[in-house]
């Protein structure tokens, strides 16, 4: 069974590289085909039809798709993201400081979600059917059916404009004390976190469930081991592998949160830069920042399938 890990591991990461090469075709062939030409969008309307074509020749949009194609995975693989339309700048440049903004947002958001799912969903879990898991399970489903942009917009509408104990945009800047980072961060936060925590606590439960009715934990029952024990002792460490695929998961769901919160509150990440970049169709700009949260999604769901492996007690 051990031999099988490597190559287990292997495949994975097979998979994983085959579906960035079908991402990246994907993303190339849908900026490609957004309405509206990039170079007139550039020059405006009384551009001329020579300024035009010089411009057009001057960025290699006169080439066929797939070429521009080759090139640009290319320029991807080598570290080379190219240069922005808008503001010929290179990319590098312009996501450096907003990917730092973006992933701080988004660890700041895990750091806070996951104990409290994760202690929420083990705990209804070992206290099944009783009033605390039924309130617990109708709490995340009731989460999960509101959507993120209202969750935004309820805490802009309580916390800044009726109580006025935040402000409305997070700003990121320099801060010195704790209460400047909870002011810059607690809205977005607490939007994020609805996102990802009622799904972690759901499947948390159920893996843990799933692992309370296996024959091995019955016995411990039979021997007379403690509810807690039966929980951290027996039940816990075989259910590793679904809930740390549940964190991945759930922490994937970040993605799509990020870019409605990072709008409504400006706040200056990644996905805010990527909005902006489609009203101005600059198109490396926006191929770059999906090109990233597709990254970032793989390598979660990638790193919860090696570790969901290496955990398996089977394999092991």
Same mark, same amino acid.
């Given at each position: 069974?051990?031999?099988?890990?490597?190559?287990?591991?292997?495949?994975?990461?097979?998979?994983?590289?085959?579906?960035?090469?079908?991402?990246?075709?994907?993303?190339?062939?849908?900026?490609?085909?957004?309405?509206?030409?990039?170079?007139?969008?550039?020059?405006?309307?009384?551009?001329?039809?020579?300024?035009?074509?010089?411009?057009?020749?001057?960025?290699?949009?006169?080439?066929?798709?797939?070429?521009?194609?080759?090139?640009?995975?290319?320029?991807?693989?080598?570290?080379?993201?190219?240069?922005?339309?808008?503001?010929?700048?290179?990319?590098?440049?312009?996501?450096? &400081?907003?990917? =730092?903004?973006?992933?701080? %947002?988004?660890?700041?958001?895990? *750091?806070?979600? $996951?104990? @409290?799912?994760? !202690?929420?969903?083990?705990?209804?879990?070992?206290?099944?059917?009783?009033?605390?898991?039924?309130?617990?399970?109708?709490?995340?489903?009731?989460?999960?059916?509101?959507?993120?942009?209202?969750?935004?917009?309820?805490?802009?509408?309580?916390?800044?404009?009726?109580?006025?104990?935040?402000?409305?945009?997070?700003?990121?800047?320099?801060?010195?004390?704790?209460?400047?980072?909870?002011?810059?961060?607690?809205?977005?936060?607490?939007?994020?976190?609805?996102?990802?925590?009622?799904?972690?606590?759901?499947?948390?439960?159920?893996?843990?469930?799933?692992?309370?009715?296996?024959?091995?934990?019955?016995?411990?029952?039979?021997?007379?081991?403690?509810?807690?024990?039966?929980?951290?002792?027996?039940?816990?460490?075989?259910?590793? &592998?679904?809930? =740390?695929?549940?964190?991945? %998961?759930?922490?994937?769901?970040? *993605?799509?949160? $990020?870019? @409605?919160?990072? !709008?409504?509150?400006?706040?200056?990440?990644?996905?805010?830069?990527?909005?902006?970049?489609?009203?101005?169709?600059?198109?490396?700009?926006?191929?770059?920042?999906?090109?990233?949260?597709?990254?970032?999604?793989?390598?979660?769901?990638?790193?919860?399938?090696?570790?969901?492996?290496?955990?398996?007690?089977?394999?092991?």
């Amino acid at each position: 069974m051990k031999a099988r890990i490597p190559s287990l591991i292997a495949g994975r990461l097979l998979i994983a590289l085959f579906t960035m090469v079908v991402v990246s075709f994907t993303v190339f062939a849908a900026t490609a085909i957004l309405p509206g030409d990039v170079v007139e969008i550039l020059l405006g309307q009384a551009a001329t039809p020579e300024a035009v074509a010089g411009l057009r020749t001057a960025m290699h949009l006169d080439e066929p798709a797939l070429v521009r194609f080759g090139h640009w995975l290319a320029g991807l693989a080598t570290g080379d993201l190219g240069t922005s339309y808008a503001n010929h700048l290179p990319i590098a440049q312009l996501i450096g &400081g907003r990917l =730092v903004s973006s992933l701080k %947002l988004a660890g700041l958001t895990a *750091l806070f979600s $996951v104990p @409290i799912a994760l !202690t929420l969903g083990i705990t209804a879990a070992a206290m099944r059917g009783s009033i605390y898991d039924r309130t617990v399970s109708m709490l995340t489903i009731g989460v999960i059916s509101v959507p993120e942009f209202m969750v935004a917009t309820s805490a802009v509408l309580i916390f800044a404009v009726w109580l006025k104990w935040l402000p409305a945009l997070s700003i990121a800047r320099d801060v010195s004390t704790f209460g400047e980072l909870l002011k810059i961060y607690a809205m977005p936060i607490m939007t994020l976190s609805f996102v990802i925590s009622a799904q972690m606590i759901r499947m948390t439960r159920a893996a843990v469930i799933e692992a309370l009715q296996s024959p091995y934990v019955e016995m411990a029952i039979l021997k007379g081991a403690s509810p807690a024990r039966v929980v951290l002792r027996h039940a816990l460490p075989n259910a590793i &592998g679904p809930i =740390v695929n549940a964190v991945a %998961l759930s922490l994937s769901y970040l *993605l799509g949160g $990020v870019i @409605i919160v990072e !709008t409504i509150f400006n706040y200056p990440g990644i996905a805010k830069l990527m909005v902006d970049a489609v009203a101005t169709r600059d198109l490396p700009l926006i191929q770059t920042c999906a090109m990233i949260f597709c990254l970032v999604y793989l390598l979660l769901t990638t790193t919860a399938d090696i570790l969901a492996i290496l955990a398996n007690p089977r394999l092991r």
